[in-house]
């Protein structure tokens, strides 16, 4: 059964500092995707990365996928208060459904 | 392009009665898929239509829920007989087939908050 873990699950840091959150999943996929969720809301697309060796950035987050090893980065350069959310790995099945295996979350707290 | 929409947004219910919701994807996506979110986990999926055909379902599924797009547009998820167990979020998201760059990016609703008392 096809495992998707995150770490760390919570993560407090201040503001301008530098962190990764790591994405590890247990079978084969070219393909993972990065969710952020607000508090009672839904889920935004953030990076979708298809290939080993992807690497996508967007403002201060920028996302790596490494399909040898089965491990996906989301690095924050110089946090800033708004980057508090949850953030979510997801790997799909192309089994032909195509549908998502979520990672466990990571909340992260950015402190002023 | 409205995006994914979901009704209700809230729904409140006594244990024993049954619940429907709506899920209205994006136009022409032609995936539509249902999950299940309880507090501090992530997304857990439930069951995917291709069209108005349902090719999927979880063993989260029970007999107690059913899911149907009848005309390959919106969806509805039924719970029957709600048991305090099934509350949680339901999320609907959808995708259309062979994407921009080929990927099958989800586009996720806002979801349906459902609390059995």
């Known amino acids: 059964e096809l495992k998707v873990e995150q770490n760390p699950l919570f993560l407090s840091m201040q503001e301008g500092k530098n962190y990764t959150i790591y994405c590890n999943y247990s079978?084969?996929?070219?393909?993972l995707y990065w969710y952020r969720q607000d508090p009672g809301k839904s889920l935004e697309s953030l990076f979708v990365?298809?290939?080993?060796?992807a690497v996508k950035q967007e403002g201060r987050l920028m996302a790596s996928l490494d399909t040898k090893a089965r491990l996906s980065t989301l690095h924050i350069t110089a946090a800033v208060h708004d980057l508090s959310a949850t953030y979510f790995c997801?790997?799909?099945?192309?089994?032909?459904?195509?549908?998502?295996?979520f990672g466990t979350g990571t909340r992260l707290k950015v402190l002023a | 392009d409205t995006g994914v929409s979901q009704d209700p947004r809230h729904k409140i219910t006594k244990r024993g009665q049954n619940v429907t919701f709506r899920c209205d994807p994006i136009?022409?996506?032609?995936?539509l898929y249902w999950y299940r979110q309880t507090l501090g986990q992530g997304p857990e999926f439930l069951t995917y239509?291709?069209?108005?055909?349902?090719?999927?379902k979880s063993r989260l599924l029970s007999d107690r829920f059913s899911a149907e797009r009848p005309k390959g547009s919106f969806s509805t998820l039924e719970i029957q007989r709600t048991e305090q167990g099934d509350s949680a979020m339901y999320l609907c998201?959808?995708?259309?087939?062979?994407?921009?760059?080929?990927?099958?990016?989800?586009?996720f609703g806002p979801g349906t908050r459902l609390t059995v008392l």
């Open positions: 998201a959808s995708s259309p087939q062979g994407g921009k760059e080929g990927t099958d990016t989800q586009y």
């Open positions: 990365l298809l290939s080993n060796g």
């Open positions: 239509f291709q069209n108005e055909a349902q090719l999927e």
């Open positions: 997801a790997v799909d099945i192309p089994s032909g459904t195509y549908k998502y295996i």
């Open positions: 136009s022409e996506h032609n995936r």
């Open positions: 079978t084969t996929s070219d393909r």
